[in-house]
Antibody, heavy 121, light 111 residues
Framework: QVQLQQWGAGLLKPSETLSLTCAVYGGSFSGYYWSWIRQAPGKGLEWIGEINHSGTTDYNPSLKSRATISADTSKKQFTLNLRFVTAADTAVYYC???????????????WGQGTMVTVSS | QSVLTQPPSVSGAPGQRITISCTGNSSNIGAGYDVHWYQQLPGTAPKLLIYANSDRPSGVPDRISGSKSDTSASLAISGLQTGDEADYYCQSYDRSLSRYVFGTGTKVSVL
């Protein structure tokens, strides 16, 4: 049973860079797409971006200028960097695996435990 | 921010059947993109309940079902249980926004 474990700094100051890493345990890294998704306090879910084992990425256009997702396939890990954070970036951040079943819109079948990131001066 | 609209809350008595709607438009659900549903218990990560409109992952009971028609989708929960109290989100893809989109979320309460 694949599990995702994530970690990173939970308290940042405005203009700093958010950095979170997600590790894949008990399953393959190759052959899947991997995403970051966030949820502001009391709010809904927002997709940030995705990466596959080849390093191909795609981002939410609203975050594309500040977000970078990278992967280390040897460690089965992928990392989110979000630059120039503001209070609006305060949220629980989740990593997630895309379902491999062929659909016209990918679903997310496995999620990390979530990391609360607070941006405050 | 959310382009998929859900009712803020739905409630029902134990054993009853409830449905949650998810309304989109011609750029997402109406464009043929599949709809998926997630359950989020308080303080936990979302869990995939339904994928590709009506399919259930292994372990999800058959009292939970999904459907899709035109620009909307629905999640039905029959035999409602206290353990079903949670937030539920629909999800799809929007070709105009070029991103995956989630619904506004629905809080289910068991009376």
């Amino acid at each position: 049973q694949v599990q995702l474990q994530q970690w990173g700094a939970g308290l940042l100051k405005p203009s700093e860079t958010l950095s979170l890493t997600c590790a894949v345990y008990g399953g393959s890294f190759s052959g899947y797409y991997w995403s970051w998704i966030r949820q502001a306090p009391g709010k809904g879910l927002e997709w940030i971006g995705e990466i596959n084992h080849s390093g191909t990425t795609d981002y939410n256009p609203s975050l594309k200028s500040r977000a970078t997702i990278s992967a280390d396939t040897s460690k089965k890990q992928f990392t989110l960097n979000l630059r120039f954070v503001t209070a609006a970036d305060t949220a629980v951040y989740y990593c997630a695996r895309h379902l491999t079943t062929v659909t016209t819109s990918d679903a997310f079948d496995t999620w990390g435990q979530g990391t609360m990131v607070t941006v405050s001066s | 921010q959310s382009v998929l609209t859900q009712p803020p809350s739905v409630s029902g008595a134990p054993g009853q059947r409830i449905t949650i709607s998810c309304t989109g438009n011609s750029s997402n659900i109406g464009a043929g993109y599949d709809v998926h549903w997630y359950q989020q218990l308080p303080g936990t990560a979302p869990k995939l309940l339904i994928y590709a409109n009506s399919d259930r992952p292994s372990g999800v009971p058959d009292r939970i079902s999904g459907s899709k028609s035109d620009t909307s989708a629905s999640l039905a929960i029959s035999g409602l249980q206290t353990g079903d109290e949670a937030d539920y989100y629909c999800q799809s893809y929007d070709r105009s926004l070029s991103r995956y989109v989630f619904g506004t979320g629905t809080k289910v309460s068991v009376l």
